[in-house]
């Protein structure tokens, strides 16, 4: 299948801060991109996704670019709070494929 | 989330047994999906039906077999030919297609005895 890079795979920011957690994608078929995050123990749910005729997405302090000739898209994360902290895993469409996750863990 | 379910929490394995791993749903979709989650890989798609009676192979279908017999229930068996089979398994479903959001299932903790 497709392979989804997605970086970084840990991340640590300050209560505050913002996030960012970059995917890149091969196939450039893949016309839907989107993010769940997982929560310790829980199934992933989605956040936002994004379709490839749109270049950004908001959704409150959540936000997603896509860059299609570079075949990356990006999660930002803004006013980060305790309850972002999670595994958020990105993917594309074409072929089913989910990266390998990022750990946010926001520190108080 | 409550529209699709997985049974058991935890299910435990001896070696060379097959093991049954439920996913009902009752949000009308027509795909259905499995994955295997492993500690820092993310997600490996399993197997995928888009439809009833038919269903492809993912990235890592050796050692597994599912069955879609009614809409609401695509069921995998981990049989004794999947060597490394402890994992946490998520089900998941959509309306259909690739390019539209997935629904995932509480997952299935498998531990080998």
């Known amino acids: 299948g497709e392979n989804v890079e997605q970086h970084p795979s840990t991340l640590s920011v300050q209560e505050g801060d913002s996030a960012v957690i970059k995917c890149t994608y091969s196939?450039?078929?893949?016309?839907?991109f989107p993010w769940y995050k997982q929560e310790l123990g829980k199934r992933p749910q989605l956040i936002i996704d994004i379709r490839s005729n749109v270049g950004e997405k908001k959704d409150q302090r959540i936000a997603v670019t896509l860059n299609k000739t570079a075949k990356h898209f990006s999660l930002h994360i803004t006013e980060t709070q305790p309850e972002d902290s999670a595994v958020y895993f990105c993917?594309?469409?074409?072929?089913?494929?989910f990266g390998a996750g990022t750990t946010v863990t926001v520190r108080a | 989330d409550g529209g699709i379910t997985q049974s058991p929490k935890y299910l435990f394995r001896k070696e060379g047994q097959n093991v049954t791993l439920s996913c009902e749903q009752n949000?009308?979709?027509?795909?259905m999906y499995w994955y295997r989650q492993d500690p820092g890989q993310g997600l490996r798609l399993i197997y995928y039906?888009?439809?009833?009676?038919?269903?492809q192979k993912g990235d890592i279908a050796e050692g597994y077999s599912v069955s879609r017999e009614k809409k609401e229930s695509f069921p995998l068996t981990v049989t004794s030919a999947q060597k490394n089979p402890t994992a946490f398994y998520l089900c998941?479903?959509?309306?259909?297609?690739?390019?539209?959001?997935?629904?995932f299932g509480p997952g299935t903790r498998l531990l080998v005895l």
């Open positions: 993917a594309a469409s074409s072929t089913l494929s």
């Open positions: 196939d450039s078929a893949s016309n839907y």
């Open positions: 998941a479903s959509s309306m259909g297609g690739r390019s539209v959001a997935q629904y």
């Open positions: 949000l009308n979709h027509d795909a």
């Open positions: 039906s888009q439809i009833v009676n038919d269903f």
